[in-house]
């Protein structure tokens, strides 16, 4: 459907533009791998569990490769000369290792011979990651899956706590549930592990909670007839990790930026671009679907002024994603509803935002965000700016229908205000079911020119972003208003150029996978 | 003078609550209720809603009346209210009393990314309209950013030879503010720096008088903006270069 009569030569530059952007980024990726990404190596493999420090035995494992060389050639390869030297299958290198009596190889094993050996456990890895996304598409070949997909958010710290609320969500109408991690996690170098019950702000992403929660909403998908989708973070300093975990645990969605660790946690920017390319493999490979956080730029900068940012770095996203076999329908690119709604026709503007988007991504699960920023203690009118936000996303056919609370600016969600918004959007996609079809927008009329105006400014900001460089644009504040040096903020350390005789035998596996 | 909350008439005293059972939406939920609004003061407590949330929750709202009231004369709050006061009548008073260029140190500390509160008071651009402390003559603002540790902050205003601490804290869940906070103070004791510096927290949940409570000289909520903070600042630092004459 095409209301706003777009030039499509300019979104085709944009496209052009932000592959080039891209393209440049990939060829630094390439060269590089991290401590992350190679612990995601070892997850796939199989190798789980923590010492008794509680360090998990993939940091173990590959800081131990540190010690000793660097990353740049691969744990896979040390892991393999430790089989073949001690003679053991990985199960029982892992109890002597972790007893003391195994130490990782001093010297790594041949390409070849890697391949050969971890063989059996690579086999394995992905054949379990091929079976729950045989398992998923079955669920949902079942239930089918909703137009606009209902989205509300769990965050009581105590995964315990949050399956009771997920599940009674899921009974009143959300199609999908997202556990919100607990502040600070995206800062550990680590994952942590096992059932937790204390977190702030929401709840720590483990491999067990991820488990624990997958199962509750199976449960709860037989009673009501629908497939409920699973929701985790994967932004931060493990983000391959959590892919890798989420893959295993059946994960539906993964909130996977390519820049939101840099600007809003201060994570290095070559660590957060290798880290987020592996990682979004595995999301491709397993099915996951991605949802990108250009929204959060909004929460920073001005709406209106800053809108063709989003729509930039949506394009950017878009190639990043292309680049790690992401096809469209596993692009949940994000936009918000984060006008400041004492501005006149800003209801309008948030229209042609969104419609905007709908109509340049037309096959992608668009994730619609709604007004947060300029929520305030009033639940009251916070009801009604949701009930407009509800509204916009019926008449411009949004995806995933992110649910506003009454009580964003005071505390993560109860589940009273949980069960309040879902009514909400329910009612209004009733009302308004067939309201996209009744209308169409005047040329020349706020909506058409608006829409322009911020179609326009994303190209020629990304024309500019390509001639100096993303790294550059990075360091020069050109989104959410942030800079961030190139050799700045965390987990640089944990980068490495790779050897000329780096393998990651997972990569070179999925990426066979969709030649 | 005695008051109690406004309905439609002086004195009816009513309000409304609502609130969340752990329970089925049945005839007990709702005398439940009803027999809670009672149990908490509500006169006629009138149950006007439930709904079912679920199988295992009900959510109600209830109007009635209060039966207290409160005497206004028994009120006592410290009140805060800083002089209002332009960027220009501020920063000619940092001329003629302080004759000196004052230093701001802020951050968002502890694990908090939130960073539009403290950039809305430092940024050059300011928020709704009120500019920032960058903006200021003779006000040197370096804003630290976000998850910034206490032991960094710390470093950083030693460093800086800070004037004024701004701390940020957006994120309350569990009282993880709190205790940020409070590690603060302590750090700055044990270096010996508390007295030097005029020490301010803000954000959303932030209250003058919780401020104090934690060791702070000053706290800032919603709807205040650099010069609000400033004109305090610079008040206490003019009262703190008189007092040691
Ligand atoms: C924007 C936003 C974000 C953005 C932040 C972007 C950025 N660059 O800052 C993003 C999306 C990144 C974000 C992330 C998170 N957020 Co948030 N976020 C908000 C939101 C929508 C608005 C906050 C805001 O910017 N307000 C506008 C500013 C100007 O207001 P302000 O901070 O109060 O500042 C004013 C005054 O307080 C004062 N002030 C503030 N600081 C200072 C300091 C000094 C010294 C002084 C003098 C004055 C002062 O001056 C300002 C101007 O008047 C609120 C909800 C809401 N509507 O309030 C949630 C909210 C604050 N976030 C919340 C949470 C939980 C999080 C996360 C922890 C979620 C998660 N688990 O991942 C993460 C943060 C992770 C972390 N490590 O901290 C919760 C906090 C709940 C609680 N009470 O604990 C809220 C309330 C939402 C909710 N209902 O769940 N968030």
Redesign the interface.
């Known amino acids: 459907m095409n209301k706003l009569n777009l030039d499509q030569k300019t979104i085709e530059s944009c496209r052009i533009h932000a592959n080039a952007i891209a393209e440049k980024i990939v060829r630094f990726i390439d060269n590089h791998t991290t401590v992350s990404v190679e612990r995601s190596i070892l997850r796939l493999l199989g190798v789980d569990g923590v010492d008794r420090y509680q360090v998990p035995l993939v940091n173990r494992l590959v800081d131990d490769c540190l010690q000793q060389r660097n990353c740049g050639e691969g744990i896979s390869r040390y892991l393999a000369a430790s089989l073949k030297n001690t003679q053991r299958n990985l199960a029982d290198f892992l109890v002597a290792y972790q007893a003391g009596k195994a130490t990782l190889a001093k010297d790594p094993a041949s390409v070849e011979e890697t391949l050969a050996i971890l063989k059996p456990w690579i086999d394995q890895g992905l054949k379990k990651i091929q079976e729950q996304k045989e398992l998923r598409n079955h669920w949902i070949n079942t239930y089918g899956t909703a137009k606009t997909q209902i989205y509300v958010i769990v965050a009581t710290g105590n995964i315990h706590e949050d399956v009771i609320q997920a599940q009674a969500a899921a009974r009143a109408g959300a199609d999908i549930i997202a556990v919100i991690r607990s502040t600070g996690q995206s800062l550990l170098d680590y994952v942590p592990y096992g059932i937790t019950t204390e977190g702030f702000g929401g709840t720590y992403a483990t491999q067990a909670n991820f488990r624990l929660m997958r199962q509750a909403l199976d449960e709860v998908s037989k009673d009501v007839g629908r497939y409920i989708r699973l929701v985790n973070y994967a932004s931060g300093l493990c983000m391959p990790e959590i892919a890798a975990m989420a893959a295993l645990e059946r994960l539906d969605i993964l909130l996977n930026d390519s820049l939101y660790g840099i600007i809003f946690r201060d994570i290095n920017m070559q660590r957060t671009f290798i880290d987020q390319n592996f990682s979004r493999l595995i999301n491709a490979y397993a099915g996951i679907l991605i949802n990108t956080g250009e929204d959060n730029y909004l929460t920073t900068s001005d709406a209106v002024e800053e809108a063709h940012t989003v729509l930039a770095s949506q394009f950017i996203n878009e190639a990043f994603a292309k680049k790690a076999h992401l096809s469209a329908s596993l692009m949940g690119l994000g936009h918000a509803f984060e006008i400041d709604p004492e501005i006149e026709n800003s209801f309008l503007f948030e229209i042609a935002q969104a419609e905007m988007a709908r109509e340049i991504f037309p096959d992608a699960p668009l994730k619609y965000m709604p007004p947060t920023k300029h929520i305030s203690g009033n639940i009251f009118r916070a009801t009604m700016q949701n009930a407009l936000f509800n509204l916009a996303t019926v008449m411009t056919d949004q995806s995933i229908h992110l649910l506003g609370m009454m009580t964003e600016a005071i505390h993560t969600p109860f589940l009273s205000d949980r069960f309040l918004a879902i009514d909400s959007a329910k009612t209004i996609q009733k009302t308004a079911k067939s309201f996209r079809e009744a209308i169409d927008y005047r040329e020349g009329g706020v909506i058409h020119t608006r829409a322009r105006e911020v179609l326009q400014k994303a190209k020629l900001l990304l024309g500019d972003v390509e001639k100096t460089g993303l790294f550059n644009a990075l360091e020069n504040g050109v989104f959410a208003g942030v800079k961030r040096p190139f050799q700045g903020g965390k987990g640089l350390e944990g980068v490495y150029v790779k050897d000329k005789d780096y393998v990651n035998p997972i990569a070179l596996r999925m990426e066979e996978f969709f030649r | 003078m005695n008051i109690k909350p406004y309905g439609d008439t002086l004195q009816d005293g009513k309000v409304q609550i ?3 059972l752990p329970i089925a939406a049945d005839a007990i939920g709702l005398e439940a209720a009803r027999q809670l609004a009672k149990k908490m003061g509500l006169i006629d407590p009138n149950v006007v809603h439930q ?1 079912k ?5 009900s ?1 109600y709202i209830v109007y009635g009346s209060v039966g207290v009231s409160i005497d206004l004369n028994d009120i006592h709050v410290e009140t805060f209210e800083t002089p209002t006061m332009t960027r220009e009548e501020i920063e000619q008073l940092i001329e003629t009393e302080l004759d000196r260029e004052l230093v701001f140190v802020g951050a968002s500390t502890g ?3 939130h ?2 509160g403290i ?1 809305a008071i430092m940024n050059m651009k300011g928020f709704a309209g009120h500019y920032g402390l960058e903006r200021y003559k003779h006000i040197k603002a370096v804003n630290l ?3 910034v540790a206490n032991e960094e902050f710390v470093r950083q205003a030693k460093l800086l030879k800070a004037d004024v601490l701004l701390v940020s804290q957006t ?1 309350t ?2 009282d ?1 503010h709190l205790k940020n906070l409070v590690d603060l103070v302590e750090l700055l004791e044990t270096e010996q720096m508390r007295k030097d510096v005029v020490l301010i927290a803000g954000g ?1 949940r932030i209250t003058h008088e919780l401020a104090k409570e934690l060791g702070y000289d000053a706290g800032f909520g ?1 709807k205040k903006y650099a010069e609000d903070v400033a004109a305090y600042a610079v008040l206490e630092l003019i009262r703190r270069k008189k007092q040691m004459f």
Do not use: M, R, Y
């Open positions: 609502s609130f969340t709904e949330l679920g199988d295992h929750f959510f694990t908090d990314a960073t539009v950039d950013g976000s998850q994120v869940q569990k993880i959303a919603p």
